[in-house]
Each structure stands twice: as C-alpha cells, then as structure tokens.
C-alpha cells in the first residue's frame, strides 16, 4: 500500500507501510530475521552506501520488518517518515544527538516520565547538552526561559505524572517564534487520541513498549519527522543537518533529503553511530500491536473514565486527577488536544496515606503492581513506597508522588471486574 494519504485513521493502523511480501505472497509481514542483505553488485553496493538509493546493508541500519513499522507509525502521526530504534529512551537519544552539539540548550517541560528527566539532568550532561526545566502547564514559562542557545523545545502531550493535558498548540507558538522544533513526547496519548502535528510539533518521539505495543510484551521506540521544520534556515544551527557532511562525501543532508531529513539524519548518523537498534522480532509484535490501536485505546479511555468516576465518589478517596473528569483542571484542554478521550493513566490520593497506598497496592488481585502502563492488564503503582522511595518526603511531592498517591495503567479488562477489584481493596482498609 502506497497512497496513504486518503485513508482514515482505523484502515492505515492495518495497512500503512505494509504490502503481502512480493516473493512469498505472505499477506502478514514477516519477521526478517537477519543481520544483513545481499547486494546487486559491487555498483548496487556502492549506491546504497553513499545514499543515492534506499535498499538494505545491515539491521543495525534499516531492515523491512523495521520499515514496516516505521511507515505505519509515520502515517498514524501524519508525519513524512519514521525511524523506529530499541526503545522509547533511545529515540529521545538520537533526536537530541540530532539536534544537539555541546553547550547548546533545549527546554523540557518538566511534568515528565520519571526517565525522561533523569535522562536529560544527568546522562545528557556528559554532552554538554542542557536542559532548562519549565512548567508543562503555563507556556509563557518557556518563553522566557529562550536563551541564544535554545535549539528545542520538549512536552509530554498527554503528560506525567498522572495524565494532565498540555497546550501543545500554545507551547508550539513560542517554539516558532524562535525557530525551533517543538518536540512531543505522545506516548501517552498515542496518534489514536492526539496528533501533535496538528497542533504544530515538528517532530513527535513515542515508547512503543505502551500502547502501539499495547500488550507488555516488547519494547521498542520510534521518532516522526512531522516534515514541518526548514532546517536549512537556520544555517549556524543544526550541524548534522545543514553542514556537508564528511561521512557522506560532503551531501548536506538538509539539502537533499527535504521535508524528511531529520528522520534520515537520525538514521544514517544517530542509528548508524550509536547503535540502538530494533530487532524485526519486536517491530513484528508492535506492528501487531499497532493494528489494533484504535479499538484499544478508544476502550482504555473509556475504562479509565468509568474508573475515575467510581473512585470520585469513593469516601476513602480524598482527590481523583484525570483530565476525562468534568472540573479537572485538565479537563478544557482535553477537549481541545484529546477529545475522543484522555488515556488510561491517571493518579488519584487515599484519605489513609502512606499506610492506605501500600495496603491498597497489595490488595488488588486483577491489578499488577509493576513500573509499566498500557498493557492489555490493569496496572497500580504506589510510587512512594517503590519508584520514588529514594526521595524525601518533599522531592516526592515536588514529583507528584506524596505519600497518599497511586496510579493507575487502567487496562482493557471489562470495567465491572476492574472496578470490582478496587472495591474489594478499599474495602480492606
Ligand atoms: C516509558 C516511557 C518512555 C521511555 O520509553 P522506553 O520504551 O521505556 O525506553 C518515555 N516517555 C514516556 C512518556 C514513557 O511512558
């Protein structure tokens, strides 16, 4: 399947970037389980390794399971191309290993995945790339936090800790006024329930590992080149892009490649150089994962609101947070980035603290306490007692972790049983 373009969100989860296998016919597509490829001749060879024409080297570079996937996930997003690496972490590497030289600054809102900001505050810091902390939640923070520097701006669209909604198209005005790419995080929301494009990202960074995967059961991540940005505007800026490159005979690469020269930047310098790539196995099971998407995440939201409203009116519940709730404080946004719903994870407080959250997490039976979400199966956390046991008391609440707080992965499970296992545990307190 090739024109994409017209196909409605439910057809392309099944179809985009696939075709039944031109030499076996077999119509799901196959795990190609090899490290490399054989080449033409010596010609073939040589064109496709100073990228005059697209074919496949070596896996750590591209393989057709991985390309699959990637054009699956760049039409989801209504980007121009994909790169799909190992993980969820190692696509936010390489989109800053993109972007980035030493010295140079980007801004993070700073209601993040836990990872992410351990990520950007210490691992980033051995490149001297900066981050400056902002709050996801009030754009004009960002604006002043632009300095000289300043080469991105980076949010979760549906945001931890416990799935606030940022105004991505407000965060985004202030990236364009000085001429960077706004980069979102959309793992959350995933395409089905967002498109960051549409509210002005330019390139959009996801962990399959959670909902594309969707079933726990392989990691994987990818970045979309939304094909927004013109590089080759900023001439001092963006090295990898706007430089000639010397492994590449001197080939600007924003030059040649256009609207999809990040994606193949970060493929042929970041992937090729650092290395995290994706085994065909795992692209195979996210892609799977993937057709599903709408069905389950349409499924998820809905669950997760039928839990939100139970535990709202809960006596041993003292607050509930999840943008789905009329008088959320998420709750207008979420109307405007996510309306078909706001996702499946969410947190909410126990009147009974510390001693309620750990009780409460070992009393759940359909529940798993892991450090997951979006996985077919509920899931809790009680991050106090695990996730955010090293902090005080006072880091902890700065996290959106105090010692009441529990979060929920609500999974697919019919929501009677869901809501019936959370009966059963507030009931033990
Ligand atoms: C899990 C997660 C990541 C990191 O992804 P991995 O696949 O675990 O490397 C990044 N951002 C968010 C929002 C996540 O939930």
Same mark, same amino acid.
């Given at each position: ?74 039409? &989801? ?108 995080? #959309? ?29 726990? #059961?392989? *990691? ?38 256009? #609207? ?36 389950? *995440?349409?499924?998820?939201?809905? #669950? ?45 407080? &126990? ?60 999974? &697919? ?12 545990? &507030?009931?033990?307190?």
């Amino acid at each position: 399947m090739s024109e994409t373009s017209d196909l409605k969100f439910a057809t392309l989860a099944i179809h985009a970037g696939a075709a039944p296998d031109p030499v076996t016919g077999a119509r799901a597509t196959p795990i190609y389980q090899t490290t490399s490829f054989v080449f033409q001749d010596t010609d073939h060879a040589a064109q496709l390794f100073g990228l005059q024409a697209f074919g496949n080297i070596y896996t750590r570079i591209t393989n057709p399971t991985q390309a699959v996937l990637e054009g699956r996930i760049a039409a &989801l997003e209504g980007g121009t191309a994909a790169l799909a690496v190992a993980s969820g972490h190692s696509a936010q590497f390489l989109i800053f290993h993109t972007l980035l030289e030493p010295g140079d600054e980007f801004i993070a809102g700073s209601q993040l995945y836990g990872g992410s900001i351990n990520q950007f505050n210490h691992s980033f810091k051995k490149f001297d790339w900066r981050v400056v902390w902002a709050n996801s939640l009030d754009p004009s923070t960002f604006e002043r936090a632009i300095t000289p520097r300043t080469r991105a701006i980076f949010v979760e669209s549906i945001a931890n800790p416990g799935g606030v909604v940022v105004d991505i198209e407000a965060i985004s005005a202030v990236a364009k006024k000085a001429g960077v790419p706004l980069i979102v995080d #959309n793992t959350l929301a995933s395409p089905y329930l967002c498109r960051p494009k549409d509210f002005g990202a330019d390139i959009v960074v996801h962990s399959l590992t959670k909902f594309i995967g969707g079933h726990g #059961n392989s *990691m994987g991540g990818a970045l979309v080149d939304c094909g927004t940005f013109d590089w080759m505007k900023s001439k001092h800026r963006y090295r990898t892009l706007v430089e000639p490159n010397a492994s590449y005979s001197g080939m600007v690469l924003g030059e040649v490649f256009g #609207n999809m020269a990040f994606a193949i930047a970060a493929r042929v310098m970041g992937l090729r150089d650092i290395g995290p790539a994706i085994s065909p196995i795992n692209a195979f099971l996210l892609l799977t994962g993937a057709e599903t998407l709408p069905l389950r *995440m349409q499924r998820h939201s809905d #669950n997760a609101l039928a839990v939100a409203r139970y535990l709202q009116d809960h006596p041993k519940v003292a607050w509930v947070n999840y943008a789905g709730l009329p008088g959320d404080a998420s709750y207008e946004r979420h109307k405007k980035i996510c309306p078909k719903g706001a996702g499946a994870v969410f947190t909410f407080g &126990l009147k009974g603290g510390y001693e309620a959250g750990v009780k409460l997490a070992s009393s759940l039976k359909l529940f798993s306490l892991l450090a997951n979400i979006g996985d077919t199966r509920s899931l809790v956390i009680h991050p106090a007692s695990t996730t955010h046991r090293q902090l005080t008391d006072e880091q902890r609440i700065a996290a959106g972790a105090g010692p009441d707080v529990v979060r929920l992965s609500v999974g &697919l499970e019919d929501e009677a049983d869901i809501i019936a296992d959370l009966a059963q545990a &507030l009931d033990a307190l």
